[in-house]
């Protein structure tokens, strides 16, 4: 092959490297980042207005403010079941203003490292007790195509369809609007006092239902949930069906200390990816580059030499053609 020849192989090798490269680069950056191993924080939702049983006195009370308290960390001592696997616990504390304990619930989960989906491991449990965690639990899978998917519920212990509603903007960034229902059910059978059931007897037996509607902001291209809205309904029902006490319900709203905290960590999370993006890009861009020029001058020299020549010999200089 001539040095012409040579030339435009290399030329269009480089446009291949530049018409491929670039696309495939962007395309790679822009995979499901990996979730890191170690991580935590805490996200506070409060409610201004809600109706309560009193845990001490079993007194009815409306228009109280609650506090719930979630904090998000990795299981030092579980570490990672595997390299795709991460060990997450969220620890909930719901108390009062005056700082009653309401409740306290633990979930450790193993999550899939790039579609943060719960997977099974050895270790997942809920309170203590071992309990198949399924669906999304922390943060959506980031970058993943806007569909509608299926989330835990740490008090139904089960999981339940998440539904895309739309889009929005939200402290200066694009987000997806969720809505996560669980639908009320029986959790579990209990004894009560009687007058929690509108029973004539010291105890009676007695059902605890539980439903809720969430709302979730979720920033896209990171997976982090921004913001949450909650409307919670936790009640007693007697045997015979009669409405009883409600244990907790009303509306809560993630704080804005929580919502500005996970904004930064979402805003984070897309400089991350966007560097990453970078970099393959102009890898992709260089090697494009370079081959079109080292085309080029093949072919320029190779038009340059005398005829019956071509390069190849010692030191680059030209070898008669026999």
């Known amino acids: 092959m001539g040095a012409r020849g040579a030339g435009r192989a290399v030329a269009v090798l480089g446009g291949v490297v530049l018409a491929v490269g670039l696309p495939a680069s962007a395309a790679s950056g822009s995979r499901m980042p990996l979730l890191p191993v170690e991580e935590a924080y805490e996200t506070v939702v409060e409610g201004s207005d809600v109706t309560l049983l009193d845990p001490v006195t079993f007194e009815q009370r ?3 403010d609650v506090s719930v308290e979630v904090r998000v960390h990795d299981d030092a001592e579980a570490g990672q079941v595997d390299d795709d696997t991460a060990v997450r616990v969220s620890e909930t504390t719901a108390r009062t203003a005056e700082g009653t304990l309401l409740s306290t619930t633990t979930t450790t989960a193993c999550l899939d490292r790039r579609t943060r989906e719960a997977v099974d491991c050895p270790v997942e449990a809920v309170d203590g007790r071992r309990v198949d965690v399924r669906g999304l639990t922390l943060a959506f899978p980031p970058g993943a195509a806007a569909q509608d998917r299926m989330m835990w519920d ?6 339940f369809p998440v539904r895309l509603l ?3 903007r939200f402290h200066g960034l694009e987000v997806q609007r969720f809505e996560h229902r669980v639908p009320e059910q029986v959790l579990r059978a209990v004894t009560v006092p009687g007058l929690l059931v509108g029973s004539p007897e010291a105890t009676a037996p007695a059902d605890v239902l539980y439903g809720t509607t969430r709302f979730l902001l979720v920033e896209p291209v990171s997976g982090v949930v921004v913001a949450s809205e909650d409307i919670r309904l936790t009640r007693l029902r007697g045997a ?3 409405p009883g006490a409600v244990l907790l319900g009303g509306a809560f709203a993630s704080s804005e200390e929580s919502d ?6 979402a805003r984070a999370a897309i400089g991350q990816q966007d560097g990453a993006d970078g970099v ?7 090697t494009g580059v370079a081959l079109l020029g080292l085309g080029g001058l093949l072919v320029a020299r190779g038009r340059a030499l005398p005829a019956g020549q071509v390069p190849g010999g010692a030191l680059g200089h ?4 026999s």
Do not use: F, I
């Open 62 to 64: 409306t228009g109280v």
């Open 260 to 265: 500005a905290d996970a904004v930064a960590r």
């Open 240 to 242: 015979d069906g009669t």
């Open 280 to 286: 393959l890009s102009w890898a992709a861009a260089g």
């Open 318 to 321: 030209p070898v008669p053609v």
């Open 166 to 168: 739309g889009t929005e």
């Open 154 to 159: 740490d008090t139904a212990e089960a999981s």
